[in-house]
T-cell receptor
């Protein structure tokens, strides 16, 4: 069964350092989402891509977060500098055009010390 | 803005039925979803329902939608210990928009 691949699964960093997360979507899935899930909360959208274009980044803290999907396939989410409040699970999800269902990756757990 | 609310915790005994409830505010929601999350893992789609339906059944799962009251429920029949997890309700508004999730309901199943 096709999967959304994410790496790293776990990342521990000190505040003010830079971190990056990578997502490889299911082949052919044009829509890609990055969600952040703080412990005890539901996922919240950070950014949505359609192919290589950003569709919605209204909730992305752009002073420290950036996301790209240069060739419309895999995507990178970067945080610089990391803050204590960024500790969370970062989830990538992808969707085929016209489909109604998102498929999530296993997530990247970030701990900022 | 749009909001999705769920009760935070449900405890049942093995073999009983579980009912997890959800309310949402966006009257233009087109699809509503139930996802399951086990500890340290991503979200697994359980089922979803189109807004013009009022019920959907899939093996042990039954989804009921009351569009007038903006109320969605998930019933799990013959609940097993392996069903212990966090269950998220989510709604999608207009086509092309992202899913909005509730805070999740933790289901605890005791044997």
């Amino acid at each position: 069964e096709a999967e959304v691949a994410q790496s790293p699964r776990y990342k521990i960093t000190e505040k003010s350092q830079a971190v990056a997360f990578w997502c490889d979507p299911i082949s052919g899935h044009a829509t890609l989402y990055w969600y952040r899930q703080i412990l005890g909360q539901g996922p919240e959208l950070l950014v949505q891509f359609q192919d290589e274009s950003v569709v919605d980044d209204s909730q992305l803290p752009k002073d420290r977060f950036s996301a790209e999907r240069l060739k419309g396939v895999d995507s990178t989410l970067k945080i610089q500098p990391a803050e204590l409040g960024d500790s969370a699970m970062y989830l990538c999800a992808t969707k085929d055009s016209g489909a109604n269902v998102l498929t999530f990756g296993a997530g990247s757990r970030l701990t900022v010390l | 803005g749009e909001d999705v609310e769920q009760s935070l915790f449900l405890s049942v005994r093995e073999g009983d039925s579980s009912v997890i409830n959800c309310t949402y505010t966006d009257s233009s929601s087109t699809y509503l979803y139930w996802y399951k999350q086990e500890p340290g893992a991503g979200l697994q789609l359980l089922t979803y329902i189109f807004s013009n339906m009022d019920m959907k059944q899939d093996q042990r799962l039954t989804v009921l939608l009351n569009k007038k009251d903006k109320h969605l429920s998930l019933r799990i029949a013959d609940t097993q210990t392996g069903d212990s997890a966090i269950y998220f309700c989510a709604e999608r508004g207009q086509a092309g928009t992202a899913l909005i999730f509730g805070k999740g309901t933790t289901l605890s199943v005791s044997s």
